[in-house]
């Protein structure tokens, strides 16, 4: 096999490039075992490179799709708890289905991100937003966590995720899932002018580059409008 075979077997998943990269990674990894064993006296998978693509990602929520939310689900529900746990803390899906009473205390959210909790477990500790507050205080809880089932159980990661979808489609905003939130919630916070140290201080971030990418956004916002102020 030449380095051509390999690019052949890449390009014939160009309109699926996620398939195409991992196929390109098995390969690599075959014929990396395959030299170390004399199977093969080259690696023809070297200097093939990936086939480049945009990756979309999850759809942030825009102000006008949270408030449409917040229209059909009022204080007091559980889908309206979820969502603002989720806003007012930038946290993930594994995070939110495990937070509670506990977590809270003298004004302050505290604690230790799911990520990587064994290898290299980030401890966040956050002011709790007045408007999350007042939703957690009109939303009864008997359980350990705020989030529940109708059956009274916790719910698990792909049940939160799955429930969210549903209200989401409830609310006429279908496209719309948990991680969008997490998303909305940097993009508040860089349009209200934090810095990328603050917002990773509230999403635990552990580079700045990811979470640059909101700031820029944030800037290049609020330099056009400034901008367009000027016209008379």
Same mark, same amino acid.
């Given at each position: 096999? +030449?380095?051509?075979?390999?690019?052949?077997?890449? *390009?014939?998943?160009?309109?699926?490039?996620? *398939?195409?990269? *991992?196929?390109?990674?098995?390969?690599?990894?075959?014929?990396?075992?395959?030299?170390?064993?004399?199977?093969?006296?080259?690696?023809?998978? @070297?200097?093939? %490179? #990936?086939?480049?693509?945009?990756? %979309?990602?999850?759809?942030?929520?825009?102000?006008?799709?949270?408030?449409?939310?917040?229209?059909?689900?009022?204080?007091?529900?559980? #889908?309206?708890?979820?969502?603002?746990?989720?806003?007012?803390?930038?946290?993930?899906?594994?995070?939110?289905?495990?937070?509670?009473?506990?977590?809270?205390?003298?004004?302050?959210?505290?604690?230790?991100?799911? %990520?990587?909790?064994? =290898?290299?477990?980030? %401890?966040?500790?956050?002011?709790?937003?007045? =408007?999350?507050?007042? @939703?957690?205080?009109?939303?009864?809880?008997?359980?350990?966590?705020?989030? +529940?089932?109708?059956?009274?159980?916790?719910?698990?990661?792909?049940?939160?995720?799955?429930?969210?979808?549903?209200?989401?489609?409830?609310?006429? @905003?279908?496209?719309?899932?948990?991680?969008?939130?997490? =998303?909305?919630?940097?993009?508040?916070?860089?349009?209200?002018?934090?810095?990328?140290?603050? @917002?990773?201080?509230?999403?635990?971030?552990?580079?700045?580059?990811?979470?640059?990418?909101?700031?820029?956004?944030?800037?290049?916002?609020?330099?056009?409008?400034?901008?367009?102020?000027?016209?008379?």
């Amino acid at each position: 096999m +030449t380095s051509k075979h390999v690019r052949n077997l890449r *390009n014939e998943l160009t309109e699926t490039p996620a *398939n195409s990269k *991992n196929r390109l990674a098995a390969l690599r990894a075959l014929f990396v075992w395959a030299v170390e064993e004399d199977e093969v006296e080259s690696n023809p998978v @070297i200097g093939v %490179k #990936p086939i480049k693509w945009l990756a %979309k990602g999850f759809h942030p929520w825009s102000e006008e799709e949270i408030a449409q939310y917040e229209k059909h689900h009022p204080i007091g529900t559980r #889908p309206r708890l979820a969502m603002a746990l989720m806003l007012f803390s930038a946290c993930r899906r594994e995070d939110v289905v495990r937070l509670g009473p506990q977590h809270f205390r003298d004004g302050w959210m505290t604690y230790i991100q799911a %990520k990587n909790e064994h =290898k290299a477990p980030v %401890k966040l500790e956050i002011p709790v937003h007045p =408007k999350l507050q007042e @939703i957690i205080d009109a939303t009864p809880t008997k359980h350990l966590t705020f989030l +529940t089932t109708a059956y009274g159980k916790p719910f698990t990661v792909q049940g939160i995720s799955g429930a969210m979808k549903d209200w989401c489609t409830q609310a006429g @905003i279908p496209h719309c899932s948990s991680h969008g939130l997490r =998303k909305a919630s940097a993009t508040r916070l860089a349009e209200a002018g934090c810095s990328p140290h603050q @917002i990773m201080a509230i999403t635990g971030h552990k580079s700045l580059k990811e979470v640059e990418v909101y700031t820029k956004a944030a800037g290049q916002k609020g330099l056009a409008k400034s901008a367009m102020e000027r016209l008379k």
